[in-house]
């Protein structure tokens, strides 16, 4: 025998007997809601009711999060019972039974829905706010059946893919809300109760909608979701190929240049070929590292090798409105540049104007008239005649005069000759030729081949000069020649150092070294802070110069002074470190160090989690 079910206000769905009649009906539903009416607002206490520990935790976001995770059995159960109830022999005792076995289940959803949002959305949060802890719930209850579907469908490398099903199962496990399979109101009680309710091609047509928005965002939320994972930890390594060992778990050093690539065709979105504006060699990924650890700054254009932000960034450092922190930056990268070669000719100072080189050469001369003694030192005449004659060799036919006929090459001759010499008279010697070589290299009418051919021919003398000193001796005598050397090549060379401001031009010493010292500078056997600020200020040259159209062309107007203030502090945001880290973490792979294990798995879980977010947002 069916039962009639009413629709009671704040008491729900009650069943009654088919025999009771309506008055009979009327009269129960009195005796329930009368007596239950007066004592709540005749008892209703001043105070604040105390809350019970469970009703504390299920208020709080906590119960938000306990509700997402219920929704999950309670959409399968529903699914269940109406696919059951769908499946079976139209009016059999099997349909009866899990109708009302549906009917069960929707009541006790339904009911359960009622008193979360009245206890929890109604009480804590505003309508239409996001429930994060729902959200929360949802993903979590939904992990393992989406997991097992992407894995049996073979989708679990394939992020769009992998999206799309998990979206369409987080749609599936989304419960429908649904109307009392019976509602009758005070109004009915006289009539005839009527079926109402939710029909079945009515909650599997509603299903769908669910499952196909599921998959359509599912889809576009594992595409971001590839895009991210890019971002964070670059390219995913290709599959190794037949024949050639593989290389998981190996630590393999590789650098590449970085670029903007993707594939298409198949469940993707299309192609992206190469950012060729973009980009680091690998030499200049080594020379930043590098150039950072001795306190270079970069900004995001010179940090990402990207043409287009250079660009903006020359507009910003011609404007005086915007090229404050750029100027702020320059005139630390200069200070840097200026130790590191203050320091290479042996004086501590952020410039090298006239008083700096002065004293520079003063210590490098000390340091000479303290070696040099009057005491006669054996020579070793072959060695001596041997590199002579190497240097002959290398530069005939390049200078104006033979190298053998300069005087102080045959002076030398002479005492290699004789097979010894005083300290005096091979620092005299040593002196005569560095200034020589000096003059060739410097003046207008200067042989630069024989000047060059004279400096290697000194370092034949100051080698013999060291013979027989101490060990103290040899080490400052060391440090001095190449003190000496590093400061012949900036006096040397033209526009390497402004004596009056005491800034070196990072462009003209790189050029320098080039030509002094190519094994040194070019093939990178030399990595002293001056070689290695040089290779820096090449590297990370501004590809747009100054030439002051931007200034010339910008209009001063009252609104520009005003903006002068927030765009210049933007500017300085800009130029910021954190901001070149950014601009190199979204180019490169923010995470790139995260091994291999937990790439893979964020891989896999980013495309499952958004996918199940966004079905969740969908039927809030």
């Known amino acids: 025998m069916a039962d009639k079910i009413v629709q009671i206000p704040n008491i729900g769905p009650v069943a009654f007997p088919e025999a009771m009649s309506d008055a009979e009906i009327i009269k129960a539903i009195q005796t329930l809601q009368v007596p239950a009416a007066a004592p709540v607002a005749a008892q209703?206490?001043?105070?604040?009711?105390?809350?019970?520990?469970?009703?504390?935790?299920?208020?709080?976001?906590?119960?938000?999060?306990?509700?997402?995770?219920?929704?999950?059995?309670?959409?399968?159960?529903?699914?269940?019972?109406?696919?059951?109830?769908?499946?079976?022999?139209?009016?059999?005792?099997?349909?009866?039974?899990?109708?009302?076995?549906?009917?069960?289940?929707?009541?006790?959803?339904?009911?359960?829905?009622?008193?979360?949002?009245?206890?929890?959305?109604?009480?804590?949060?505003?309508?239409?706010?996001?429930?994060?802890?729902?959200?929360?719930?949802?993903?979590?209850?939904?992990?393992?059946p989406t997991t097992r579907a992407i894995g049996l469908l073979g989708a679990a490398t394939a992020p769009v893919r992998a999206g799309a099903i998990s979206g369409a199962v987080s749609g599936a496990?989304?419960?429908?809300?649904?109307?009392?399979?019976?509602?009758?109101?005070?109004?009915?009680?006289?009539?005839?109760?009527?079926?109402?309710?939710?029909?079945?091609?009515?909650?599997?047509?509603?299903?769908?909608?669910?499952?196909?928005a599921g998959t359509a965002f599912g889809g576009l939320a594992g595409y971001g979701a590839d895009k991210l994972s890019k971002a964070l930890f670059g390219t995913?390594?290709?599959?190794?190929?037949?024949?050639q060992p593989?290389?998981?778990?190996?630590?393999?050093?590789?650098?590449?240049?970085?670029?903007?690539?993707?594939?298409?065709?198949?469940?993707?979105?299309?192609?992206?070929?190469?950012?060729?504006?973009?980009?680091?060699?690998?030499?200049?990924?080594?020379?930043?590292?590098?150039?950072?650890?001795?306190?270079?700054?970069?900004?995001?254009?010179?940090?990402?090798?990207?043409?287009?932000?250079?660009?903006?960034?020359?507009r910003m450092e011609s404007s005086p409105f915007t090229s404050g922190p750029f100027n702020t930056l320059k005139a630390e990268n200069q200070k840097i540049l200026n130790r590191s070669t203050a320091q290479a000719i042996g004086v501590n100072a952020d410039e090298l104007s006239n008083p700096q080189l002065a004293q520079a050469q003063r210590q490098i001369s000390s340091v000479y008239r303290q070696v040099a003694s009057p005491e006669v030192k054996r020579l070793d005449g072959n060695t001596i005649q041997t590199g002579?004659?190497?240097?002959?060799?290398?530069?005939?036919?390049?200078?104006?005069?033979?190298?053998?006929?300069?005087?102080?090459?045959?002076?030398?001759?002479?005492?290699?000759?004789?097979?010894?010499?005083?300290?005096?008279q091979l620092q005299t010697l040593s002196s005569k030729i560095g200034k020589r070589a000096k003059n060739e290299m410097t003046t207008a009418m200067g042989d630069r081949e024989l000047g060059s051919a004279l400096f290697q021919m000194k370092e034949i003398i100051d080698d013999a000069l060291a013979q027989g000193l101490s060990a103290e001796q040899q080490a400052a005598f060391q440090t001095a020649r190449a003190n000496y050397r590093n400061l012949m090549t900036i006096r040397s060379?033209?526009?390497?150092?402004?004596?009056?401001?005491?800034?070196?031009?990072?462009?003209?010493?790189?050029?320098?070294?080039?030509r002094k010292d190519p094994q040194g500078f070019v093939f990178g056997s030399n990595q002293t802070p001056m070689y290695e600020a040089a290779r820096f200020a090449q590297a990370f040259k501004p590809i747009v110069g100054d030439s002051g159209t931007a200034t010339r062309s910008m209009e001063v107007t009252p609104l520009s002074m005003l903006l002068a203030a927030p765009t210049n502090i933007a500017a300085r945001a800009y130029t910021s470190q954190p901001a070149a880290n950014l601009a190199t973490g979204l180019q490169t792979g923010i995470a790139p160090g995260t091994d291999l294990a937990t790439q893979e798995f964020l891989r896999r879980m980013l495309p499952v989690t958004g996918a199940s977010g966004f079905t969740s947002l969908l039927n809030q």
């Open 173 to 212: 496990l989304q419960p429908v809300a649904t109307p009392p399979s019976r509602d009758t109101t005070m109004s009915d009680l006289v009539t005839e109760t009527r079926p109402q309710g939710m029909t079945n091609p009515e909650f599997f047509a509603q299903k769908v909608e669910q499952m196909g």
């Open 388 to 424: 002579i004659d190497i240097l002959d060799n290398a530069f005939e036919g390049l200078t104006t005069q033979p190298l053998k006929g300069n005087i102080f090459v045959k002076q030398l001759q002479e005492l290699a000759a004789k097979g010894e010499a005083s300290g005096n």
């Open 246 to 314: 593989s290389t998981a778990g190996a630590q393999v050093n590789v650098t590449t240049t970085p670029t903007a690539t993707g594939t298409g065709g198949g469940s993707t979105l299309g192609a992206v070929g190469p950012d060729t504006s973009a980009g680091l060699t690998a030499a200049q990924q080594a020379i930043l590292t590098r150039g950072k650890q001795m306190g270079f700054r970069t900004t995001p254009g010179q940090e990402t090798g990207s043409r287009s932000l250079q660009q903006m960034e020359a």
């Open 44 to 144: 209703a206490p001043a105070g604040k009711v105390p809350e019970s520990f469970q009703s504390k935790i299920l208020n709080s976001p906590v119960g938000g999060v306990i509700r997402g995770l219920r929704d999950i059995p309670d959409a399968g159960a529903q699914l269940l019972t109406r696919g059951l109830e769908a499946i079976s022999p139209s009016g059999s005792g099997m349909e009866d039974f899990f109708r009302s076995e549906r009917r069960r289940v929707e009541d006790i959803n339904r009911q359960a829905e009622i008193d979360y949002q009245r206890n929890f959305r109604q009480g804590q949060m505003r309508q239409g706010e996001i429930d994060v802890g729902r959200v929360g719930g949802n993903i979590l209850g939904t992990l393992i």
């Open 236 to 243: 995913r390594p290709p599959p190794p190929v037949a024949g």
């Open 493 to 514: 060379n033209q526009g390497v150092v402004n004596p009056s401001t005491g800034n070196v031009s990072g462009l003209n010493l790189a050029s320098a070294l080039t």
